[in-house]
């Protein structure tokens, strides 16, 4: 077995060209002329064919190096002698007809055209090695339009490169020879230009070839095309795997705008991305009629909901049909929003609504504030229901725990969240070691810690490690809502305002105040019968206290 080095064959005056696809990796088992990696130019992208059959033993080249001929490509483990088809550097520049196609610089010194040109001029399409009929793609130019030398008119793509083919005159365009759809070859007329604009360097024009001398610059593109296209590894018409099938230029001028090419639906032929399609879209992202991945994966509430298949967010221009004020949400509401969408949309939530009798409860709580009143400390309902809850949580450990892929983790601790309501949005303080606490501290704390979050002085530190929520609505009113689940948490209880009602006791009806609970937990982790379990427990503890010692 011998290894052989695959380099990078000649690809002409280009000094450097950038490595964009790998279509191989180690291990993978090679043929002779199959591509290898695309790199691409300003001008051209092209595939690098192996000389060699045999298995990749080691890649050389990663996505982003800049590459040259002569440099090592990759490593193959030759299958046999016979395999290497040829020298590594042997992407027949014979076939290169010695021609120019885009004018360098250095074409000038080699072949000077008369420095200010007038009257009609021919732009033929140049030497583009042996292809044969290849289809225009792009037109990138209209009549009118004041060219300059090598500015790119059109695309022309065969199934293994496309190349711009650029002008060899400037002048204005006259007329344009070619369209989108048509086949091309070496000689065609391009274009006629009005060449009393500027200077013409290089003769690329048949015409001008035909007097002019090789210049062995760009056409070796054509080599490199050439030699692949002899051993095309794809359908033709096929995009590269993996590539958006687009020219060079589209893709620079996707990347110059951060737009992502593969998520561009073109609209050419053979659903080639085309630059109107790349502004196409930016303007509909523009216009936010359209999201990006990145985008949506970001969004807070309201996103597109592209990404699990919904239709768009409806976009409504309001002012039609009254006065607006548009403001920006602040930056709690934009966090907030994002995990409880998340939070919404992961957890097959269910909801449990109860009432637990506090008649007995208010009556201890009001007046264990009268005689603390001069503490300074004013004991909440809050602060009850967090050491009832601790107890229930305790009794039904599921509901302390957290989803860790296919384990739960219970957790020996309980820090208990409360919602608090602030002017920049929902907060979640976190009081930990409740079970430790007593419920006249944990009514200091939560004082503090909600004083703290309406001046947005909570650190975080101070909103984490919560194992389960109380939000409660009761100092405002309602009956029963449906929390969302503060995720990694399973289960959140939400409450509301007690009220006094009447009570069935077995003989009579008689006045009782009433909580309404609501309690939310994860499906798959909580069935409905522990969840009622839970909110019963919680009933028996809030309706007699002295439970909570048992
Ligand atoms: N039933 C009846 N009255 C209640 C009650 C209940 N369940 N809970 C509280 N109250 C009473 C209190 O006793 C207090 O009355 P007094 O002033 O006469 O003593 C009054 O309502 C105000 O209480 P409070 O809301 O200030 O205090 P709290 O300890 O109950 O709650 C806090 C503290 C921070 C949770 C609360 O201020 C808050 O922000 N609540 C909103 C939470 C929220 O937004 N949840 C929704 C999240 S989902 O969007």
New binding site residues.
């Given amino acids: 077995m011998t290894l052989v080095e695959v380099q990078v064959p000649d690809i002409g005056d280009f000094d450097e060209v950038t490595v964009i696809e790998l279509m191989v990796k180690v291990g993978d088992t090679v043929k002779a002329e199959q591509s290898l990696i695309t790199v691409e130019s300003d001008k051209a992208s092209m595939e690098i064919p192996s000389s060699t059959a045999g298995v990749v033993k080691e890649m050389r080249v990663a996505l982003g190096d800049k590459v040259k001929q002569g440099s090592i490509v990759l490593v193959v483990e030759a299958a046999g002698a016979a395999a290497a088809v040829s020298a590594p550097a042997a992407a027949p520049v014979s076939a290169a007809v010695a021609a120019p196609v885009a004018a360098p610089a250095a074409a000038a010194a080699v072949a000077p055209v008369a420095a200010v040109a007038s009257g009609p001029i021919e732009v033929h399409v140049p030497d583009i090695g042996d292809f044969k009929d290849v289809a225009v793609i792009e037109v990138f130019v209209k009549p009118g339009d004041t060219i300059k030398v090598e500015q790119s008119l059109i695309t022309v793509e065969s199934d293994k490169a496309s190349m711009e083919i650029p002008s060899s005159h400037a002048g204005v365009l006259k007329e344009l020879k070619v369209k989108v759809g048509d086949t091309v070859n070496i000689g065609d007329l391009l274009a006629i230009l009005e060449g009393s604009v500027a200077v013409a360097v290089a003769p690329v024009a048949a015409t001008a070839v035909a007097s002019a001398p090789a210049v062995a610059a760009p056409a070796a593109i054509a080599t490199v095309a050439v030699a692949v296209l002899a051993a095309p590894a794809h359908a033709p018409g096929a995009p590269t795997l993996g590539l958006p099938h687009a020219s060079p230029s589209v893709r620079k001028f996707a990347r110059e705008l951060g737009v992502p090419l593969e998520e561009v639906k073109g609209q050419g032929p053979k659903g080639r991305i085309t630059q109107g399609d790349v502004q196409t879209f930016t303007k509909a992202v523009m216009a936010g009629a359209t999201q990006t991945k990145a985008q949506a994966a970001k969004a807070p509430a309201g996103g597109g909901g592209s990404e699990l298949g919904l239709i768009p967010w409806p976009k409504v221009d309001f002012a039609k049909f009254g006065p607006i004020e548009r403001k920006e949400m602040g930056r709690i509401k934009k966090i907030s929003g994002a995990n409880l969408l998340r939070n919404a949309i992961m957890i097959p939530a269910v909801t449990n609504h109860d009432d637990a009798d506090?008649t007995d409860l208010e009556a201890f709580?009001v007046s264990t504030?009268k005689e603390n009143e001069k503490s300074g400390v004013?004991v909440?309902?809050?602060?009850f229901l967090i050491k009832a809850c601790v107890a229930a949580l305790k009794k039904y450990p599921e509901f302390n725990s957290a989803l860790d892929g296919d384990a739960l983790v219970y957790k020996n601790y309980w820090h208990i969240g409360?919602?608090?309501?602030?002017p920049n949005g929902?907060m979640v303080p976190v009081i930990r070691d409740c079970d430790k606490k007593g419920v006249l501290q944990i009514?200091q704390e939560?004082?503090e810690l909600?004083k703290k979050?309406r001046d947005g002085k909570l650190g975080p530190a101070e909103m984490s490690g919560a194992t389960f929520t109380i939000?409660?609505?009761?100092?405002?009113g309602g009956k029963y809502?449906t929390?969302?689940i503060n995720a990694p948490e399973v289960a959140i209880l939400?409450?509301?305002?007690?009220?006094m009602e009447p009570v069935w006791d077995g003989k009579q009806f008689v006045p009782r105040l009433m909580?309404p609970l609501s309690l939310t937990w994860d499906h798959r982790v909580i069935d409905g019968a522990a969840a009622a379990r839970f909110n019963a427990f919680l009933g028996q503890i809030l309706s007699d206290f002295r439970r909570v010692l048992l």
């Fill in positions: 506090i709580r504030n004013k909440t309902m809050l602060a409360f919602a608090a309501d602030t929902l009514s939560m004082g909600a979050a939000s409660s609505l009761g100092g405002i809502f929390p969302i939400g409450v509301c305002k007690s009220t909580l």
